[in-house]
C-alpha cells in the first residue's frame, strides 16, 4: 500500500497490509517515535498524523491510509531550521520528559490540537491531552509546553 510518509511516498511491503501500521511503521521504516503501550487505542503512545489528524497507529492498517499522508514523531519538524516543531521545542525547554514513554503521544497529540485550533482554551487543551496516559505525573510540565508552544505558533515565532 502506498502513502505518504513524512513527506516522501512509500509502500508497505504486501505481507504488512493488514498488520497494525504501528508495526510497519517501526519493523520496517525503523521509526520509533510512535510506541507500543496497549494496543487497544486506549493509551496514546503509538499516535501519528494522518491528513493532519491524530490517530492511533495500533488500530489503523497500511490499507487504511492508503494515498494518505502520514506524520511520526520523527517528521513533524521536517522543514524546520532547527529540525524540531514548536511543541518539540516547547518540550525540550520544559523538561516534560521523566520516563518518556507518553511523550510520542503527548506531543503529537499537542501538535494536532493546535494545528486544529491554535487559540484552543485550557479545556479543551486538557481535553485532547487526557486522551494519551501519562503515568509519570509531568502533566504541569506538559500544560507548560504547551502553553509555550501554542504561544510560538500563534505569533508566528
Not at 512509500?10 to 519493523?27: E, K, T
Not at 504547551?146 to 505558533?153: D, G, M, N, R, Y
Amino acid at each position: 500500500m502506498d502513502f505518504s510518509l513524512n513527506g516522501r511516498r512509500v509502500a508497505s511491503p504486501p505481507a504488512m497490509d493488514d498488520d497494525p501500521l504501528l508495526y510497519v511503521l517501526r519493523d520496517h521504516f525503523g521509526l520509533n517515535g510512535p510506541k507500543f503501550g496497549c494496543g487497544v487505542g486506549a493509551c496514546g503512545a503509538c499516535t501519528v498524523h494522518v491528513d493532519g489528524a491524530a490517530q492511533r497507529a495500533c488500530q489503523l492498517t497500511p490499507r487504511d491510509v492508503k494515498g494518505r499522508t502520514v506524520v511520526t514523531l520523527e517528521g513533524l519538524g521536517s522543514g524546520r531550521p532547527d529540525g524540531l516543531h514548536p511543541v518539540q521545542r516547547a518540550w525540550i525547554d520544559a523538561s516534560v520528559p521523566q520516563c518518556g514513554y507518553c511523550q510520542n503521544g503527548q506531543i503529537m497529540t499537542a501538535a494536532a490540537l493546535l494545528a486544529a485550533d491554535p487559540g484552543a482554551g485550557p479545556a479543551a487543551a486538557a481535553a485532547a491531552m487526557d486522551e494519551v496516559v501519562c503515568r509519570c505525573g509531568t502533566q504541569a510540565r506538559i500544560r507548560q509546553a504547551l502553553s509555550k508552544a501554542q504561544a510560538v505558533i500563534r505569533d508566528g515565532s
